[in-house]
């Protein structure tokens, strides 16, 4: 049974019963999850989460679905790997990475899909939808497919063919809209408003929105019941970044870790950077942006969250930063070259804020820092593939290949003795 | 009758102005003020406008030719 209580307005404060909605009706605020800590405190345990299953599923008493109705790929429980080499480049001696890739549909968006289907089939719908350019889309055809529910999927028309088949495969409608972004966004918004669908980012948004907070929980137990000391996280609407504060705090408030004032740190695109702008400006105001930039799983102009994920940054000593797409691409091929790790636009993003932040001495070399590798690489290689060089076009033999060889790497090893 | 929420962010001249009483004064839109943030420097006010649809754009046309910013509620639903 979830210790879900109410939907709360993270503005006013009313309190709303559990149901599809997203918005305060009394003043439009943003509606959020509400647990009863005192049930929650009365039962977990580092030692009930660690005998769980190893997905995100193990946090569920923390999470506003019930686990044995859980809509489970297999999300989460990714890899927090130690990355030396990326520490050493960038001057930092305790740098860890929390790789995402690794879930089912090889982005974090499983995390908060898994909730949201979970509770939309609670709910007793029987249509999951959302509108994505990939990521999201992705997933919510992969659990759709899985819970038997209907999947309606609105993409733009002008989608690459590569990001449509990594939703196709799974059989959901898929709805290419001819129109702007903003047509996309203004026509979604209204059929939630008209369908019985559960659309995962607006309807069922609050739940959907809680997955996120696993990745805090997953990491303070990778480190061994520790929380990092600084996070580094990529920020489209700026959910995920509060989320995995929320989640180091609600940690720390059931006595299962020591609060340590975790620093929350935000990274964006140049081309679309609203939240790292009234960062800058010093300000709460988000001025909304026309998104430009080849980091289209963080372009988000008008995000939902970034006055809380402004907050978060001011509650927590943190920062934002924002990086030029450039940038990104140097970022993408820093963090293969040096960890063997292949990220997606995302992740370029925030291994160069990261740097930038280093450079700027918001980061202390000797802070426990993690970087939230949200999705893989193979779902962005037309961003990093002009970047690359080539492979060596050699002939069968020996000679060629020793030509071309020095060519571009200088001089061969000595041969063995023979 | 149709229903649109917006949020007018007013710079520090505007703020004396009073624009959304001179809104309802110019046009057929019902105007319904949920929630605000105003000081003496800049203020922002969240509000949901009823009226005929053609009405209510021409009224933010109106508005944003003052100098008030206009921008809708509705938060970006496509992700990436």
Request: with cysteine; glycine share 8%; net charge negative.
């Amino acid at each position: 049974m979830s210790a879900a209580k109410t939907l709360r307005c993270r503005e006013c404060g009313r309190d709303y019963p559990l149901q599809p909605s997203n918005v305060c009706e009394f003043c439009f605020g943003p509606l959020e999850v509400f647990y009863d800590y005192d049930a929650i405190r009365r039962v977990i345990s580092r030692e009930r989460i660690e005998t769980g299953p190893p997905t995100m599923w193990r946090y569920h008493d923390l999470l506003p679905a019930d686990a044995e109705a859980a809509i489970d790929i297999g999300t989460g429980y990714t890899p927090l790997v130690r990355a030396p080499n990326l520490g050493r480049e960038l001057g930092l001696e305790r740098l860890y990475i929390k790789n995402d890739c690794a879930n089912p549909t090889w982005s974090f968006k499983d995390r908060v899909v898994s909730v949201a289907s979970t509770v939309a089939r609670q709910f007793e719908f029987d249509t999951l939808a959302c509108a994505s350019t990939g990521n999201l889309a992705n997933s919510v055809s992969a659990h759709a497919a899985r819970a038997g529910m209907r999947a309606a999927v609105f993409i733009p028309a002008d989608l690459e063919t590569s990001k449509v088949i990594g939703s196709a495969v799974y059989g959901p409608t898929l709805v290419a809209v001819d129109g702007s972004y903003d047509d996309v966004n203004r026509l979604c918004s209204e059929l939630g408003d008209k369908y019985p669908w559960a659309f995962v980012n607006i309807n069922v948004r609050p739940y959907y929105a809680e997955g996120s907070k696993t990745l805090g929980y997953e990491v303070c137990e990778q480190l061994g019941w520790r929380a990092p000391d600084h996070c580094i996280v990529p920020m489209a609407s700026g959910s995920l970044f509060t989320k995995i504060y929320k989640g180091i705090k609600e940690l720390a408030w059931l006595g299962l870790i020591d609060w340590r004032g975790t620093r929350m740190s935000g990274a964006q695109a140049l081309g679309c950077s609203p939240i790292a702008d009234a960062y800058e400006r010093d300000s709460w105001n988000i001025r909304p942006q026309k998104p430009n930039t080849i980091a289209k799983s963080l372009a988000i102009g008008n995000p939902a969250d970034g006055y809380y994920a402004l907050k978060t940054m001011r509650d927590s000593n943190g920062g934002a930063t924002s990086v030029t797409d450039d940038e990104v691409i140097e970022g993408i091929r820093l963090l293969a070259e040096t960890e063997g790790i292949f990220a997606e636009t995302a992740g370029g993003v925030v291994i160069s804020g990261l740097r930038k932040l280093v450079r700027e001495g918001h980061v202390a070399p000797d802070e426990v820092v993690v970087a939230f590798i949200t999705g893989a690489g193979l779902k962005t290689q037309e961003a990093v593939a002009p970047a690359l060089q080539p492979p060596l076009a050699v002939a069968a033999t020996i000679e060629s290949f020793e030509q071309a060889f020095e060519e571009r790497e200088g001089a061969l090893p000595l041969t063995k003795a023979v | 009758m149709d229903s649109v929420r917006v949020k007018f962010t007013f710079v520090e001249e505007l703020i004396k102005e009073p624009i959304i009483w001179k809104l309802a004064k110019e046009f057929e839109i019902v105007t319904n003020i949920r929630r605000a943030d105003v000081t003496d420097a800049r203020g922002w006010v969240i509000l949901e406008l009823q009226g005929d649809r053609e009405e209510i754009e021409r009224g933010l046309e109106w508005v944003r030719e003052h100098g008030v910013r206009v921008d809708p509620v509705y938060e970006d639903v496509v992700e990436g």
